[in-house]
């Protein structure tokens, strides 16, 4: 019987998890978000949440910890030999919180900001959990008994937090005792498993395990399991899904094994393989140090070769700076090509540092913020900044502002952008008030018991980390930017500089969602007007403008407790349903449709759709206070590797980073392939894309969202 090598494993993996998919997709539906690593349920599996509240909700510190220890006991347990590593989830517990909703309205009501949430179409952020970035060096410190002990040490020194200290407790021993279970599976595992190679890494599997139950981890191996049970429990909790710098933290537990001889490249390679495998979490590579040295390492290279091995979806970022590695840049777009797998992003370290300097903070704390999010960077274990969680939809409220100007009888655009920027106003002080309230009162609806173990102050003050980080930034996401601009660009061009239509004429259309064959001509003339990211158009200079606007407004809103907003452009999923509360737009949109993709420029913007025209304009509309806008391309390059296309791509990375971009998702899409998929997803159930920041099976998503990915495919750059 031949043994299997590595990468035949691997392969085998790779199968299973494609199978894992479609029997997911059968048992849940489409999924639009992240692929996580989940296996499908199984047919017995049952869990019922206990709560102590009338309407049935789960809220507050001993009913989350006592939820969560109960799911994660009815989790069954997963090891699979093929693996050096154990462990999957399945279930998580906020899907059994939004039976009763996630916030408890009755005793923190907040109908006094309804109207202009509704009025705006605003995504408050109330209710929303985790967004932020966990500390993991210092859970890989302490282990699991060490943050155990933590607790019952500060417990003492802060008896008015009994109930925090008793479910931080409660939520640890279940953590332990759910991979003490994986233990006694392993163990009845070897009592069967007959193959020499699969023994010894199942052997290699329970010694980790045994060890990291209440220990530190000490080994390269242990230290990525820790991680792989941190990011299972802590998805199972809330859904949280940030990583950190992967290579390096690990770096010492790699260097440490292999100078003593107990690990070798291509084991580690497989143990990381393992570990993205089982967790689609977010991690940062590359980057520079406090001191600005290149972090770039051996295991940098490493975790993009795993991947490369993995040959799935995963979530890595690599940090681009003018003194990294070149080689390994070129690396890291080489397997863009190679996989089309929409791995790695990139994300710009001047801009992003520049950036979050000019909210009050140093270099070096700017610096620590790492990428760990769809569109988001954060600082691990001092920031709650919510980001992706609140959202400014500009469409909604240019419709207003819109309406509100024709109904003062003395419409221009100039008149449009003054009521815009008053609305606007408006928008982000209901915003501002949200926010302010949800930080209040979160810790009484969903603590962030898993996060708190890896934050810092939380256990030592005995309170959750929304009500202490260090850093009180706070993301306001912008989205549907191209549609605002090309709606401001097609009014000017068409009644201001043509005199082509009229205010009356185009309002008429909109009202009737450009209905008839006049409607239809209209919207044909309002649409192919100068657009955003064109080069040099009326939608450019509308959509600098908006950005400046946007972005001073978010800046300067007051906040209490030394917070402060900061803007980025970003949609995430939202894109479809914030475009379904719109009527139809001046830039030819029809009602209901979807807004602009995140910072993106309005599909069919060129008639070339170039990718550096693309790249410009969106580095010309960044908010530029530190968080992002990103440049989000899909392409067919018509070339292969020898033929210069990595050479290509990697400039354009380099160009929009120089240009002041922050953040690049790139899919390298075959387009015949990706046409067929649309069509029938189940002919190519491996096809992997990058929806906005993460990335999914195209056949586990839904046709509204396969649909965004087609619309926004360019053939050739």
């Known amino acids: 019987m031949k043994a299997y090598t590595f990468e035949e494993r691997m392969q085998l993996l790779r199968e299973k998890k494609i199978a894992h998919t479609l029997k997911k997709r059968e048992q849940q539906g489409f999924t639009d978000a992240d692929d996580y690593g989940t296996v499908p349920i199984p047919d017995d599996f049952k869990f019922e949440p206990r709560s102590n509240f009338p309407n049935g909700g789960i809220h507050g510190y001993a009913a989350c910890a006592e939820n969560f220890a109960a799911l994660l006991a009815a989790h069954p347990v997963y090891v699979d030999p093929l693996e050096i590593m154990c462990g999957r989830w399945r279930k998580m517990l906020t899907e059994y919180r939004m039976r009763a909703g996630v916030w408890d309205e009755e005793r923190f009501p907040y109908d006094h900001l309804k109207p202009l949430q509704k009025k705006y179409d605003l995504v408050s952020g109330i209710g929303a959990d985790s967004h932020c970035a966990p ?10 008994g060490g943050l155990l002990n933590k607790v019952r040490v500060y417990r003492e020194q802060n008896p008015q937090s009994v109930d925090f200290y008793d479910a931080e407790e409660t939520v640890l021993l279940a953590i332990m005792k759910f991979i003490e279970r994986h233990i006694e599976e392993i163990e009845k595992q070897l009592q069967t498993e007959t193959r020499p190679e699969l023994r010894a890494t199942l052997e290699l599997m329970l010694e980790a395990n045994r060890n990291i139950v209440s220990a530190p981890p000490q080994s390269f191996l242990e230290a990525c399991q820790w991680i792989s049970w941190y990011n299972i429990c802590t998805r199972i909790y809330d859904r949280d899904g940030a990583g950190c710098q992967l290579d390096v933290i690990l770096t010492p537990y790699y260097e440490r094994d292999k100078t003593a001889g107990r690990l070798d490249d291509d084991t580690a390679r497989f143990i990381l393989a393992n570990l993205l495998l089982i967790e689609t979490h977010y991690y940062q590579l590359s980057g520079v140090d406090d001191e600005g040295i290149d972090q770039t390492c051996a295991l940098s290279w490493l975790i993009l070769e795993a991947a490369h091995m993995l040959n799935s979806s995963a979530n890595l970022t690599v940090r681009v700076h003018p003194n990294m590695d070149e080689k390994y840049l070129l690396k890291a777009v080489e397997y863009l090509f190679i996989d089309g797998n929409g791995w790695p992003r990139f994300c710009g370290d001047l801009s992003l540092t520049n950036g979050y300097m000019k909210n009050g903070y140093n270099e070096k704390t700017a610096r620590s913020r790492i990428a760990v999010g769809c569109n988001w960077v954060a600082a ?47 928008a982000l002080d209901t915003i501002a008030q949200g926010v302010n309230f949800h930080l209040k009162h979160q810790h009484k609806m969903l603590p962030e018991l898993i996060i708190n173990l890896l934050m810092e102050d939380t256990i030592e003050k005995g309170m ?11 993301g306001v996401d912008g989205a549907g930017l191209a549609v605002v601009a090309d709606s401001f660009a097609a009014l000017e061009q068409r009644i201001e500089r043509e005199g082509r239509t009229t205010w009356e004429e185009v309002s008429a259309a909109l009202k009737s969602n450009f209905e008839g064959v006049q409607g239809e ?4 003339m309002l649409s192919t007007s100068e657009r955003f990211c064109q080069g040099g158009s009326l939608g450019d200079n509308w959509a600098r403008w908006i950005t400046e606007i946007f972005g001073q407004t978010v800046h300067n809103q007051p906040m209490p407790h030394g917070r402060r907003l900061v803007p980025g452009w970003f949609s995430w999923s939202n894109t479809i349903i914030l475009g379904k509360t719109v009527g139809a737009t001046p830039n030819g949109r029809r009602a209901s449709q979807p807004i602009s993709h995140g910072a993106n420029p309005n599909p069919g913007f060129r008639k070339d759709g170039a990718a550096t025209a693309q790249a410009a304009g969106i580095a010309m509309a960044q908010p530029g206070y530190g968080n992002t806008a990103p440049l989000q391309l899909e392409f067919d390059p018509k070339m292969s590797i020898e033929e210069g296309g990595v050479m290509r791509a990697l400039q354009l990375i380099k160009t929009h980073f120089m240009m002041g971009g922050t953040l690049i998702n790139i899919n390298v899409l075959d387009g015949r392939r990706l046409m067929e998929a649309n069509e029938n997803p189940d002919l190519h159930p491996n096809l992997v894309v990058r929806v906005t920041g993460f990335t999914a099976y195209f056949v586990s998503l839904s046709p509204e969202f396969r649909q965004l990915v087609v619309d926004r495919f360019i053939v050739g750059f």
């Open 135 to 144: 500390d993991f060096r210092i859970g890989l410190k302490l282990g699991f």
């Open 380 to 426: 691990p274990g001092i920031e709650f900044p919510m980001n992706d969680c609140v959202k400014v939809n500009i469409a909604k409220v240019f419709e207003v502002a819109y309406w509100d100007m024709m109904d003062s009888g003395k419409p221009s655009t100039a008149a449009l952008k003054e009521l815009f920027s008053k609305h606007l106003k408006a």
């Open 464 to 474: 959750d980390i929304t009500q202490c980080p260090r850093l009180g930034t706070i």
């Open 521 to 524: 001509r209209l919207r044909l």
